[in-house]
């Protein structure tokens, strides 16, 4: 029962505080190690800049030339890869192998035609500089502590996602920013889950779990907000952009699921991994889906119990990442969402033993997911689901 009760440990406020204890001075040391290996990386010619001056494309490149096409009266042409590959080349000023191809809905080009109003590079770091703060304001919000801020930075998908330049700084920020203001502010949450539909893979649960658990003004304000952005974005780009985007996503799915064109040990999905051991795509779509369907009953069923609502958001934002069957180590940002609603939970009723250990675990598999040939990420989503799962059933039986 002591851990149902949940009294708050003893010093435990005060060790979150940045500076006056063991996860602030850690928190510090890892944001320094990662802008260490960021600069080595550079003065070695690895990102960015190769060692001849020539620049390194990243993951950012097909947002700069998509955004290029649009600018240029060309908004369609994203979805034709030859065209859309050409101005990736022309954005580094060189040929290369591979092709970073957009799949983002048509909404996502306002963002991509406003940044490649700028240089390539200084693009990229536009991007980074709007969007890693609002995703640190977002899990500083949830956690309800300055530590919040030091966490959110130290969290080794930030490393990643700025690597190759990515969006999961915005997708983290939208997610948590949803959950966060869910209860106070349905309007605003409403609004960021709208927003989010610029990857509607990730809002998979969020209508089922607002439909159930009576969230209709959230719902009907994200569903207004979402259209709202396919209206602007048929005015903005044309009819033809939509169907070209529509016309893509057969081949895309074929290619990067069926296919593995990215290399099936980068999808940080149980679809993913089965097609790595060697599942043929009808049984890893079973297994995926079984595994989806687990997590969207478990979720519903937490949100129907009387317990904290850390644990609901932690749930629902834990299992956004099971159910979808497209997600990159850039992605696992937002794992930091469930995350911060842990700690959020740990601080003020005390954490359970072993759970910050788990934690530390879960965040070391997202640290090396891009650089082993197995889905490290995967496993440090199911492992935040088992703590989420620990604590949320535990609570739900002592309620009854």
């Known amino acids: 029962m002591a851990l149902i009760t949940d009294r708050l440990a003893p010093g435990s406020l005060a060790a979150a505080r940045p500076g006056h204890g063991l996860a602030g001075r850690l928190a510090f040391a890892l944001i320094v190690a990662y802008a260490i290996f960021l600069g080595a990386s550079f003065s070695a010619g ?15 490149v097909n947002v700069w030339a998509a955004g290029r096409l649009v600018t240029a009266g060309t908004p369609a042409d994203v979805y034709d890869w030859p065209t859309h ?18 799949h983002y809905p048509p909404p996502f080009l306002f963002v991509a035609a406003l940044l490649s109003l700028l240089p390539y590079l200084a693009a990229f770091f536009v991007w980074m500089a ?10 500083r919000t949830v956690v309800g502590e300055r530590i919040g801020v030091w966490l959110a930075c130290a969290f080794p998908g930030v490393l990643w996602n700025v690597a190759t330049g990515q969006n999961g700084f915005l997708t983290a920020a939208l997610l948590g920013g949803t959950l966060a203001t869910l209860e106070q502010n349905p309007v605003a949450a409403g609004v960021l889950l709208g927003l989010l539909s610029y990857k509607p893979h990730f809002g998979l649960l969020f209508p089922l779990v607002l439909a159930v658990n009576g969230y209709w003004r959230a719902f009907f304000i994200a569903a207004a907000t979402a259209l709202a952005m396919i209206g602007a974005s048929w005015l903005a780009f044309g009819t033809e952009t939509w169907q070209a985007f529509f016309e893509l996503l057969p081949l895309t799915s074929q290619l990067v699921l069926g296919g593995g064109l990215a ?10 991994a089965a097609r790595l051991v060697g599942a043929d795509e009808f049984s890893a779509w079973c297994l995926h889906g079984g ?6 009953f478990a979720v519903l069923l937490l949100w129907r119990q009387r317990i904290p609502y850390e644990i609901k958001a932690a749930a629902l934002a834990t299992a956004a990442l ?6 990159y180590a850039y992605d696992l940002v937002a794992l930091a969402v469930p995350m911060a609603f842990l700690i959020r939970l740990g601080l003020r009723r005390s954490f359970w033993p072993y759970e910050i250990a788990m934690l530390g675990l879960a965040s070391a598999l997202v640290l090396i997911a891009p650089v082993v040939d197995v889905p490290t990420g995967l496993a440090a989503v199911l492992l935040t689901a088992l703590i989420i799962g620990r604590r949320g059933f535990a609570y739900a039986r002592s309620a009854s």
């Open 263 to 272: 290399g099936f040990q980068k999808l940080q999905t149980t679809f993913g």
């Open 322 to 327: 099971l159910v979808t069957p497209y997600l």
């Open 85 to 102: 590959k050409a101005v990736e080349e022309a954005a580094v000023g060189h040929p290369f192998d591979k092709y970073f191809g957009w």
């Open 130 to 139: 709007l969007t890693l703060p609002a995703y640190a304001v977002v899990i």
């Open 291 to 296: 595994v989806a369907v687990t997590a969207a």
């Open 46 to 60: 690895a990102w960015l800049k190769n060692s001849s001056g020539e620049t390194i494309q990243t993951d950012f």
